[in-house]
């Protein structure tokens, strides 16, 4: 056997063990799928000290629209500035859209001021969550709220049982309660390896809000 013919046989060898490999695989997750027969919206949490849990959200709720959907959002924290998410989907005709009033922010804590403003923005997620129109629930970085004991996870945890069955609701936050973490059908942590910020890179309008 010459020199090229063995190297030809030892390539062969390796596709056909790779071909092995990939339809073992795919078989894998066939009967996944084919197992996975349920049909209904689901939740979802993000949580975790990285970037990205709320662009997830919002990227998320962008493929809701592209099919359609109607969606809501609470954005649970007040900045100092309009975001581009809101700017972007707040005209949005199948975006109901709302910032919490005049409570919560990074800078200013204002206990009272906060509560009130967190009960404010609960009584307009409990009518997206009850509202069979709407397809796709964003509750932006309501973890915060049980966090400070502004709200509680319970309501929350009832709430997303009794919705219309075919509603999606992402949640995001850094930390989450325990019963909040167990309830959920999905549950992604952002983990955070690096950041600009801590490498004095000035947080930037399109990046950061």
Not at 171 to 179: I, K
């Amino acid at each position: 056997m010459t020199k090229a013919s063995i190297t030809q046989s030892t390539e062969d060898d390796v596709l056909a063990k790779n071909e092995a490999r990939l339809l073992k695989k795919k078989e894998v997750v066939d009967k996944r799928i084919a197992a996975a027969t349920e049909e209904r919206g689901v939740t979802i949490l993000l949580t975790g000290n990285g970037k990205g849990k709320s662009s997830s959200g919002f990227g998320t709720m962008a493929r809701a629209l592209g099919h359609g959907q109607k969606c809501a959002v609470i954005q649970f924290i007040k900045g100092r500035k309009a975001t581009g998410e809101q700017l972007f989907f707040g005209e949005h005709p199948l975006v109901d859209f709302h910032v919490m009033g005049h409570g919560f922010t990074w800078e200013t804590r204002n206990p009272e001021l906060e509560k009130e403003a967190a009960e404010q923005a609960w009584e307009l997620a409990k009518k997206v969550l009850s509202d069979p129109s709407v397809h796709f629930v964003l509750l932006d970085e309501v973890t915060y709220m049980y966090k400070y004991g502004y709200l509680n996870e319970g309501d929350l945890i009832e709430a997303l049982a009794a919705r219309p069955a075919h509603q999606n609701v992402m949640m995001t936050g850094r930390t989450a309660p325990r019963a909040l973490l167990d309830s959920v059908d999905t549950h992604s942590k952002v983990g955070n390896e690096r950041h600009a910020f801590a490498n004095g890179v000035k947080a930037q309008v399109g990046i950061e809000w």
